[in-house]
């Protein structure tokens, strides 16, 4: 066991909520450096660091060509977003989201989703992806935790019964997961995606609150 550091409340910075967010920034951009990229990029990567603590995003975080450009696009025809948990869901900004004309939701608890999984044998994340493409609204796609989705998602995308304005891929684990990941970067569809084992419904929503901030202007 390591030893415990002698800490006093001297140390303590005393700041407000808003000064906490701006001086975690400011920490990342010091210890970020060069490797933050300087165009659109930065806000996604620098707010799911300030979410993980974790710069290794900065390596494994993934873009398609002008994928954060069609995410805000998406956002500004009031596109919906759809989660896979109803963890990321809760950690969306809903009033950004409603300002921009779109909403937020999860079929993860839906009764109709659960029968069907049932039925199929199959992950209710995966039916909640079918139930996702019957909405008829423009259509960004939040995977955070269920690598499943992301397959079904695929599968939907070569068959041509969705086509997501924005896939975030971040699911966590171990299981299919970083090969799922790779399905949707080879999707044809706009992407932001996890390489690796790394992710989770806090990175999901973090990153569809930084493409919510970066639309309002606000937070930045």
């Given at each position: 066991?390591?030893?415990?550091?002698?800490?006093?409340?001297?140390?303590?910075?005393?700041?407000?909520?808003?000064?906490?967010?701006?001086?975690?920034?400011?920490?990342?951009?010091?210890?970020?450096?060069?490797?933050?990229?300087?165009?659109?990029?930065?806000?996604?990567?620098?707010?799911?660091?300030?979410?993980?603590?974790?710069?290794?995003?900065?390596?494994?975080?993934?873009?398609?060509?002008?994928?954060?450009?069609?995410?805000?696009?998406?956002?500004?025809?009031?596109?919906?977003?759809?989660?896979?948990?109803?963890?990321?869901?809760?950690?969306?900004?809903?009033?950004?989201?409603?300002?921009a004309g779109g909403r937020a939701c999860?079929?993860?608890?839906?009764?109709?989703?659960?029968?069907?999984?049932?039925?199929?044998?199959?992950?209710?994340?995966?039916?909640?992806?079918?139930?996702?493409?019957?909405?008829?609204?423009?259509?960004?796609?939040?995977?955070?935790?269920?690598?499943?989705?992301?397959?079904?998602?695929?599968?939907?995308?070569?068959?041509?019964?969705?086509?997501?304005?924005?896939?975030i891929g971040v699911?966590?684990?171990?299981?299919?997961?970083?090969?799922?990941?790779?399905?949707?970067?080879?999707?044809?569809?706009?992407?932001?995606?996890?390489?690796?084992?790394?992710?989770?419904?806090?990175?999901?929503?973090?990153?569809?609150?930084?493409?919510?901030?970066?639309?309002?202007?606000?937070?930045?």
């Open positions: 066991m390591s030893e415990t550091k002698n800490v006093t409340l001297a140390q303590i910075e005393r700041l407000g909520p808003m000064e906490i967010e701006k001086r975690s920034f400011e920490i990342i951009e010091e210890e970020g450096g060069d490797r933050i990229p300087k165009d659109e990029r930065a806000m996604i990567l620098k707010r799911v660091i300030h979410t993980t603590a974790d710069f290794d995003y900065l390596d494994h975080l993934c873009f398609s060509d002008g994928a954060v450009q069609k995410g805000l696009n998406a956002l500004e025809k009031g596109a919906w977003i759809v989660t896979d948990t109803t963890m990321a869901l809760s950690g969306i900004n809903k009033k950004s989201l409603e300002k999860c079929f993860i608890g839906d009764e109709d989703v659960a029968k069907r999984a049932k039925e199929l044998g199959v992950t209710r994340a995966s039916v909640c992806v079918d139930k996702a493409a019957s909405l008829g609204h423009p259509l960004i796609y939040a995977v955070g935790n269920a690598p499943t989705a992301l397959v079904r998602l695929y599968e939907n995308i070569q068959e041509g019964t969705i086509k997501p304005e924005l896939v699911p966590v684990g171990f299981v299919n997961v970083e090969a799922s990941k790779e399905l949707i970067m080879q999707s044809g569809v706009p992407y932001i995606v996890a390489r690796g084992r790394k992710g989770g419904s806090n990175v999901a929503a973090a990153i569809c609150n930084a493409l919510l901030y970066m639309l309002d202007g606000s937070r930045r």
